[in-house]
């Protein structure tokens, strides 16, 4: 199936710190979605992108679908250790954008 | 509430007993699917389905069936499990088209397979 690339692999932070990821694919999409896993708990949507260029904002999270259609990065600002978990981007794909890609994810340490 | 409810949350079993991993939503979505998450491979894809008795085969489907007899259930069945297997699984479910792409999931099923 279509790879999504997904970086970095792992980040390890002090608090207060800025946290920037991103996701690229070698395809074109409509859909950008991003996901936080914590512990023990299945993703939850964080923010969903519908257009190029779009940019969003969800408290401290920001996060941008690329002009290109083919990536999408991911900014934490001032962390705080409860960001602590695995961070997935996903695309969607078939007619409806129902299919849904995941990267293989970012792993978020925080040291308080 | 809205949610995608998981059962079991943990199991342990042996190579070649049949189990089932059940998935219920309550959302009234149509596209439901599984996945399996692996240390270093993210989230795989490994059924979907578009409605009731609608189903597809996703990224690693070998080894598993699933069913879609109501819309609200979609249990994930392993009729002789091996011991590569052994991962934790995730049931989720969205509505279908444009906007309503936002995947909603379950708390995971952790399964051990001996």
């Known amino acids: 199936g279509q790879q999504l690339n997904q970086s970095p692999q792992s980040m390890f932070i002090q608090e207060g710190e800025d946290v920037s990821m991103n996701c690229t694919s070698s395809?074109?999409?409509?859909?950008w979605l991003w996901y936080k896993q914590d512990p023990g708990e299945g993703p939850v949507l964080l923010i969903a992108?519908?257009?190029?260029?779009e940019l969003t904002s969800n408290g401290r999270l920001t996060a941008q679908f690329g002009i290109t259609r083919k990536d999408s990065f991911l900014n934490i600002s001032a962390s705080i250790p409860s960001d602590v978990g695995i961070y997935f981007c996903?695309?969607?794909?078939?007619?409806?954008?129902?299919?849904?890609?995941f990267g293989k994810g970012t792993l978020l340490t925080v040291n308080p | 509430e809205a949610q995608v409810t998981q059962n079991p949350r943990y199991l342990i079993t042996v190579t070649g007993k049949k189990l089932t991993v059940t998935c219920s939503q309550n959302?009234?979505?149509?596209?439901m699917s599984w996945y399996r998450q692996d240390p270093g491979l993210g989230l795989r894809q490994i059924y979907y389905?578009?409605?009731?008795?609608?189903?597809d085969k996703g990224d690693v489907p070998e080894g598993y069936k699933v069913s879609r007899k109501e819309k609200r259930n979609f249990p994930l069945i392993l009729e002789s499990p091996s011991p590569n297997q052994t991962s934790l699984y995730f049931c989720?479910?969205?509505?279908?088209?444009?906007?309503?792409?936002?995947?909603?999931f379950g708390q995971g099923t952790r399964l051990t397979v001996v």
């Open positions: 992108l519908y257009k190029a260029g």
């Open positions: 395809s074109i999409f409509n859909t």
């Open positions: 996903a695309r969607g794909s078939g007619g409806s954008n129902y299919k849904l890609t």
């Open positions: 959302m009234n979505h149509e596209y």
């Open positions: 389905s578009m409605n009731v008795e609608v189903t």
């Open positions: 989720a479910s969205s509505s279908w088209g444009g906007k309503n792409t936002e995947a909603f």
